[in-house]
């Protein structure tokens, strides 16, 4: 017969297991931040950032070091000058002589830049209205080119600019015009406007996702956008010289699927279950993704932790290997050699994890050694980095814009969004002028002139 103060010992120690496994758990989560997670930087605490880009000390005072090479503003080319006058000294500066007018073969040019009073530029049609003989009035057409709103294509283009890629809010985008272009306006005409501007510029942001689905390689990262009091799923198809962002009802696979088409080229991610329908030799797994969850396990105690400092190791020294062939100190025979050592020692550990059975470790690693073939990519093709980091840096200046505004609240605003973001994001790489391209754009929309194009200039 079981002693009943037996029993109940070997409940509370039962219970005492669970408890310690909750509380390990919980501690655990209040330890993640961006640096051992997938937790965006903007959700660590202050102190965590203060910690993050507190510098290590050099030693060294603030500010320019001694022997430093100053930087100079450049002088604006002389044909873009306006007007130009040359000064002579009429004394000398020492005994106070009278001195000649004479032209210094290299005089100190001072520019000054200022800007013009800015007037309003306002065209007024009078469209007239005849009677016929039948009894029916006809009004005047607009001509070609006129818009049917009061905004011509350059202001059209510069609140785009304004809303869409500087971030202002709408209050603010009126107040701007009103104080500095003399251009009183509505917040509706104002957001009228917007929805203009996004038509305009839909066919080339959908010329330019149909290039970026082409590409031999493209990077694919996510993120949330709130639409009124729902959320949808923000992301972001980025190439080296074009970038795309669509905005979804979710982001559950068939959603991804059909955003993305047919299986071409190498796709750059994390490990999301979303993706699971690309062929995994095909795929590259972001490495920042693995090193932050390394990071986790390395903060762990006991097993876990030991496992964890490893795989951090070996993680280190891939990517050490990676930046030496990336700047050419490396062969790239000998990084593959080098690679190979690497992938067999940090998948024996990870196959080492998934034997521990140790709770929120092993079924990680066994989730990573599922995608053992989209580790390693890079090795092989040297187009291809090993980390995600491009989509995510493609995404922050949309997360940025979305702590500001909240997101948006109709379609009409998530359509603006997503295509304004993708025009500026592109032609920046390309380092090309995004208000002419905007100028262009709304041009052509009232059939002013050519439909522009997102894609790379050749030549």
């Known amino acids: 017969m079981i002693d009943p103060r037996d029993q109940q010992i070997a409940e509370l120690n039962a219970l005492v297991g669970q408890l310690r496994a909750r509380i390990e758990e919980l501690e655990a989560r209040l330890a993640q931040n961006s640096s051992n997670s997938n937790q965006p930087p903007s959700s660590d605490t202050p102190a965590e950032r203060l910690a993050r880009s507190k510098p290590k000390g050099s030693g060294r005072p603030r500010g320019g070091q001694k022997g430093h090479k100053g930087h100079r503003r450049k002088l604006i080319p002389p044909e873009q000058v306006t007007r130009s006058k040359d000064l002579y000294p009429k004394h000398c500066g020492r005994c106070g002589r009278l001195l000649a007018p004479v032209e210094d073969p290299e005089p100190i040019i001072h520019q000054v830049v200022e800007l013009p009073e800015i007037q309003p530029d306002v065209s007024e049609y009078r469209r007239h209205r005849r009677t016929c003989s039948c009894g029916h009035v006809t009004c005047a057409k607009l001509p070609v ?20 890629a500087y971030h202002l809010s709408r209050r603010q985008g009126t107040q701007l015009l009103s104080d500095v272009l003399g251009v009183r306006i509505s917040l509706g005409a104002l957001s009228q406007c917007e929805e203009r501007v996004s038509e305009a510029v839909a066919p080339a942001v959908e010329e330019a ?39 979804t009802v979710s982001s559950n696979k068939e959603t991804v699927r059909q955003m993305l088409g047919q299986l071409h080229g190498i796709l750059v991610s994390d490990r999301a279950p979303q993706f699971g329908f690309w062929v995994m030799k095909q795929r590259q797994i972001c490495w920042a993704h693995l090193l932050r ?78 995608h053992r073939e989209a580790l390693w990519t890079f090795v092989e093709r040297e187009d291809i980095e090993p980390t995600n980091n491009h989509a995510e840096q493609q995404l922050r200046a949309f997360v940025l814009w979305r702590n500001k505004s909240f997101g948006s609240q109709s379609e009409r605003g998530c359509l603006f969004a997503q295509r304004i973001m993708s ?37």
Not at 209 to 227: C, I, M, N
Not at 330 to 354: I, K
Request: proline share 5%; charged share 20%.
């Open 293 to 370: 969850k390394f990071v986790s396990f390395a903060q762990r105690s006991g097993p876990a932790g030991e496992v964890g400092e490893r795989l951090l190791f070996f993680t280190e020294l891939i990517f050490t290997a990676w930046h030496r062939v990336r700047d050419g100190t490396m062969s790239r025979a000998q990084f593959r050699r080098t690679m190979t050592v690497l992938r067999t020692a940090v998948e024996a550990r990870l196959e080492e994890a998934v034997r521990l059975k140790i709770h929120g470790m092993s079924g990680s690693c066994a989730n990573i050694l599922l």
């Open 209 to 247: 996702r149909s290039y970026v689905l082409e590409q031999p390689f493209k990077h694919v990262d996510a993120t949330g956008w709130p639409l009124g009091n729902s959320l949808r799923s923000l992301w972001t198809i980025a190439t080296s010289m074009v970038t795309v962002f669509c905005i």
């Open 423 to 459: 025009v500026v994001h592109t032609l920046r790489k390309q380092d090309r002028h995004v208000f002419s391209f905007l100028v262009g754009a709304c041009k052509a929309s009232i059939g002013a002139g050519p439909t522009p194009s997102l894609l790379p200039l050749k030549g």
């Open 145 to 164: 080119g006129v818009p049917p709103g009061m905004c011509g294509p350059r202001l059209m283009a510069l609140i785009g600019l304004l809303t869409g």
